[in-house]
């Protein structure tokens, strides 16, 4: 099978070279970020959408007919929670929030386009900005990315370069599973569904400037395999292809996604598009992930040389998350006992300050970004290519905090 060239050939070759070289990290939750701003529901709609409808699309606007409500038009639909539709309403905060990230020292950063596909934003009457806010999305993004590049520029080249992630999320539906116990042969929706709403927002993030695709938070293989299907579509039409990252998420403590799968065998149903990164995100607490890492590790897929067993590090603190307990607010875990030959890796917020053998260490400075101390996790992308047998893939290993 003939492999497309890159289509930003320059950028492609410089984020490869990048992982072969160091950790890259990638930005944190955008939700958590979104929440510190206290939105009230007038904040998501803004003045395009403040009268309950778009009024780009549904009259009143330029001196078309007036808008004529109706049981479809969605004006009674609470807009509350809808962030990938702050893009469009509030780009300052979305903008802010991955200046923050790159201030912090993140690598990549990723569109602000979870829920941005027909299907999902159908649960807001929305659908028909499906394509604008994955544009738009990229762009806002691709935006902070260069300013960010412009600010430490050296002998006319950024000295480390930023990347923008499009984001495609797992949508609200499942190919794989009927939600209803009692028609267990029942699906809420179909692969070529899926593949026509991917395919769309693949598209404008394309269009918007995206470097990388990503497929994450999966829970259902074959909602991901649809999404690889219309990027691959996607790419074909274009002649040229991104670099794909892939993120699954484990949901139970057996260690398997919510379609049934292990770790080792979700990478075997989807090694076929020859990702960039691949790994897991969202759903199970820290701990629990990192040991069916390291146990898809321990099988040596075939990504995996010997030396390169050990999981991705994850979970570094670059600004602190308020999280449940208040902003600014700390919560308080109890010490384990310290094991002989274990790394010490904590949950806490002060997981950052301690060194690996549990020792204090000096307080974090205060962030760049915020000016405070502590500092909204980040996720680590750990390169594996380094020290490859010549017959395995170079294949790094990816994971993204939990949302």
């Given at each position: 099978?003939?492999?497309?060239?890159?289509?930003?050939?320059?950028?492609?070759?410089?984020?490869?070279?990048?992982?072969?070289?160091?950790?890259?990290?990638?930005?944190?939750?955008?939700?958590?970020?979104?929440?510190?701003?206290?939105?009230?529901?007038?904040?998501?709609?803004?003045?395009?959408?403040?009268?309950?409808?778009?009024?780009?699309?549904?009259?009143?606007?330029?001196?078309?007919?007036?808008?004529?409500?109706?049981?479809?038009?969605?004006?009674?639909?609470?807009?509350?929670?809808?962030?990938?539709?702050?893009?469009?309403?509030?780009?300052?905060?979305?903008?802010?929030?991955?200046?923050?990230?790159?201030?912090?020292?993140?690598?990549?950063?990723?569109?602000?386009?979870?829920?941005?596909?027909?299907?999902?934003?159908?649960?807001?009457?929305?659908?028909?900005?499906?394509?604008?806010?994955?544009?738009?999305?990229?762009r806002l993004a691709r935006q902070a990315c260069d300013e960010a590049e412009a600010?430490?520029?050296?002998?006319?080249?950024?000295?480390?370069?930023?990347?923008?992630?499009?984001?495609?999320?797992?949508?609200?539906?499942?190919?794989?599973?009927?939600?209803?116990?009692?028609?267990?042969?029942?699906?809420?929706?179909?692969?070529?569904?899926?593949?026509?709403?991917?395919?769309?927002?693949?598209?404008?993030?394309?269009?918007?400037?995206?470097?990388?695709?990503?497929?994450?938070?999966?829970?259902?293989?074959?909602?991901?395999?649809?999404?690889l299907f219309a990027v691959e579509e996607a790419f074909d039409a274009r002649g040229?292809?991104?670099?794909?990252?892939?993120?699954?998420?484990?949901?139970?403590?057996?260690?398997?996604?919510?379609?049934?799968?292990?770790?080792?065998?979700?990478?075997?149903?989807?090694?076929?598009?020859?990702?960039?990164?691949?790994?897991?995100?969202?759903?199970?607490?820290?701990?629990?992930?990192?040991?069916?890492?390291?146990?898809?590790?321990?099988?040596?897929?075939?990504?995996?040389?010997?030396?390169?067993?050990?999981?991705?590090?994850?979970?570094?603190?670059?600004?602190?998350?308020?999280?449940?307990?208040?902003?600014?607010a700390r919560r308080v875990r109890p010490r384990r006992p310290a094991q002989p030959?274990?790394?010490?890796?904590?949950?806490?917020?002060?997981?950052?300050?301690?060194?690996?053998?549990?020792?204090?260490?000096?307080?974090?400075?205060?962030?760049?970004?915020?000016?405070?101390?502590?500092?909204?996790?980040?996720?680590?992308?750990?390169?594996?290519?380094?020290?490859?047998?010549?017959?395995?893939?170079?294949?790094?290993?990816?994971?993204?905090?939990?949302?």
């Amino acid at each position: 099978m003939e492999t497309l060239p890159w289509l930003n050939p320059e950028r492609a070759r410089t984020l490869l070279r990048g992982l072969d070289e160091r950790i890259l990290i990638m930005d944190g939750a955008m939700g958590t970020m979104i929440q510190q701003h206290e939105l009230q529901e007038a904040d998501y709609r803004g003045e395009r959408f403040a009268e309950g409808y778009d009024r780009l699309y549904a009259g009143g606007h330029d001196g078309d007919a007036e808008h004529v409500h109706g049981e479809a038009c969605g004006c009674s639909r609470d807009q509350r929670g809808n962030n990938d539709l702050l893009t469009l309403t509030r780009p300052d905060i979305i903008g802010g929030i991955h200046a923050e990230y790159l201030a912090a020292g993140a690598d990549l950063i990723e569109t602000n386009t979870f829920n941005s596909t027909t299907i999902s934003l159908a649960d807001y009457g929305l659908e028909h900005l499906a394509r604008e806010l994955n544009e738009e999305g990229a762009r806002l993004a691709r935006q902070a990315c260069d300013e960010a590049e412009a600010q430490d520029v050296k002998e006319g080249k950024p000295s480390k370069p930023r990347y923008v992630i499009g984001v495609l999320g797992p949508t609200s539906r499942t190919a794989s599973l009927s939600p209803d116990v009692n028609q267990p042969g029942y699906r809420a929706i179909t692969f070529d569904e899926l593949r026509i709403a991917y395919r769309e927002a693949t598209d404008g993030l394309i269009d918007g400037g995206a470097d990388v695709i990503m497929v994450e938070t999966i829970f259902d293989t074959l909602n991901a395999k649809a999404a690889l299907f219309a990027v691959e579509e996607a790419f074909d039409a274009r002649g040229a292809r991104l670099p794909i990252m892939i993120s699954g998420t484990i949901t139970d403590a057996s260690g398997r996604t919510l379609s049934g799968q292990t770790a080792e065998a979700f990478w075997y149903s989807v090694r076929h598009v020859q990702p960039t990164a691949i790994g897991l995100n969202c759903a199970r607490r820290q701990r629990p992930a990192r040991a069916h890492r390291r146990a898809g590790a321990d099988r040596r897929l075939p990504h995996q040389h010997p030396s390169e067993r050990r999981p991705a590090e994850c979970l570094r603190r670059l600004r602190r998350n308020p999280g449940r307990h208040g902003r600014g607010a700390r919560r308080v875990r109890p010490r384990r006992p310290a094991q002989p030959g274990r790394r010490l890796l904590r949950h806490d917020p002060g997981a950052h300050r301690r060194d690996r053998r549990g020792g204090r260490g000096r307080r974090a400075p205060p962030s760049a970004a915020t000016g405070r101390g502590g500092m909204t996790a980040v996720s680590i992308l750990r390169s594996t290519t380094r020290g490859l047998h010549p017959h395995h893939s170079h294949t790094p290993a990816i994971t993204t905090p939990t949302p």
